[in-house]
Every structure is written in C-alpha cells, then in structure tokens.
C-alpha cells in the first residue's frame, strides 16, 4: 500500500519502521528533520507537511501525543483535510472518543473518513509488531487500511461509532494505570514488613495477583530502579484524565477510578511528565519510607 505516515515518536518510528520492513510505500513526516531521515534512509519518501502527505497518500495513519496534536494535524491549516488526494485518516493516538468524534465531524465535510485506532502494548509492542490495534469506523474502509495495521499488531475492530476504540483503549489504560500503583501500594506495604520484594514479585506472578506491571513493569524497570521502560508519566496522566471524563460523561461514579486519578495527579506533581510511568512507585515509597529493589 502507499501510506502517509505522521509523528515519528518513540511509539510512531518504530511502527513506521517495520510498514517499511513490510514492503509498503512511505512517505513521513515528522517536525523532527531527523526522525525523517532515519526512515528515508530506509526507503521512505520525505514530506514537508501533514497536507504534503494528504496530497501524496489516500491513507494517513497518525501517531501524536496530544489531542491538540491530533486536531491540529488533522484539520488546522496544513492539515490533513486540505489535502488533494487522502481518502482516509487513520488516528493511532489516544484522544478520548470526544475528540474522535469532532475530528471526524470535521474531516467528513471534506468527504475525509476518520478511523480511530489507538494502540497498546507500549515502545516493546511497536517494536516487535505486537501492538493491540483497537479500530472504529466504517468497516468496509477499516478492511482496507487492515494489511497496513497487521504489520504493526492484531487488529481488533470495535464498531463503526465515531470514538468507540477510544473508549476501549482508555478502559485498557485505566487498568493498565490501576496495576501499576496497586502494585506498588501491595510491594511498597511487604517491604516496610521487612520481605523481599524481588520473592514477592515472583509470588504475585505465581498467584492470583499476577498483573501486567508485577508481570512486566517491576522485573524490568521498577526492581532494578532503572524507570526506564518507555511510557511517560505525562502520556498515562493524559489517559487516565480521559478516562476519567469519559466515565463522567456517561453519568458514571467510579470510585477506584477516582482514586487512581488522584494518585496520578501526586505522581506528574512529584516525579514530572516526562518521567518513565513505572517511576509511580516513588511517591509510594516516599511517604512509607522504604526503596523497593536495586543494589542490596
């Protein structure tokens, strides 16, 4: 396929990489000169702007950090919806199922379709194509940009409502975000009992409290204090504030959502955006005066 492909971050090159790798037709841009050159020294095609890519492509897949990023890029001046020949704008970000509505209200004026499809699995997932691929929009175009979003994970397609996988991605991050501060709540309490929290790690692993960060994040990034495992702190604070509002939206009162929330919202204050999300445990540790791993 010929693909537009903008934001080349941290979760976007990678993804960009391996539809290259996959024999498909690039063309990228980024407002990093050199994210650009690393994939045209690839066999990627540079472009100067979002709407030099919407005249070049009728696919544009997407990968931006912010909903103001998603907006812009998709419909603000040099844009996405000015382009001569786009057909399709396909948002890997997460943007909350409201913003994927306007910006699909807006592009639909121009006869632009807007699928939504946010991804997890994180930097590792990108990189090795793994993601899970959450898509919402009308099925047929869904079907088409397929052979493009396999190459980066399975696909999952949620339903042709503007924002739907949205409101499944946030509901993934929200627990995503609840298992890693549990976790330290429950390995930050056995420390200042006097265990090992490496034991407890493996306990929880063996035992029904197995999660994605006992399982993932702790191992890697937590126990030996690296903090380095490639999601900012700034980027999960972001997703549970939407998943949040969404909850709210509907009229919803979720207490343990609340409080996750509130934790957050210690953790950007103390440790800072862009901190590695798996630095949650710090404030914990902190306040209960104990440091869980590193050098004995």
Known sequence: ????????????????????????????????????????????????????IADRCETVLASLPSLQASLDVATGAGGVIEGRRVKRFVDLSTVGSQMAAKIHGLLAKNNIVQIDSPVSGGVGGAEKGTLA????????????????????????????????????????????????VATSEAVVMGVKAGLDPAVMIDVINAGSGLNTASRDKFPRSVLPRSFDFGFATGLMVKDVRLALEEMKSLGLSMEVAEAVGRLWEVIIRDEGAESDFTAAIKPIEKAAGVVVGGAK
Do not use: W, Y
């Not at 492909?5 to 000169?33: C, N, S, W, Y």
């Open 1 to 52: 396929m010929e693909i537009g492909f903008i934001g080349l971050g941290k979760m976007g090159f990678p993804m960009a990489r391996r539809l290259i790798e996959a024999k498909h037709q690039l063309t990228v841009f980024d407002t990093r000169q050199e994210a650009i050159s690393k994939l045209v020294a690839l066999g990627a095609q540079p472009a100067s702007s979002p709407k030099d």
């Open 133 to 180: 691929v959450m898509v919402s929009g009308p099925r047929a175009d869904c079907e088409l940009t397929k052979p493009a979003l396999d190459v980066i994970g399975k696909v999952f397609f949620i339903g042709e409502k503007p924002g739907s996988a949205q409101t499944m991605k946030l509901a993934n991050n929200f627990l995503s975000a609840t298992a890693m």
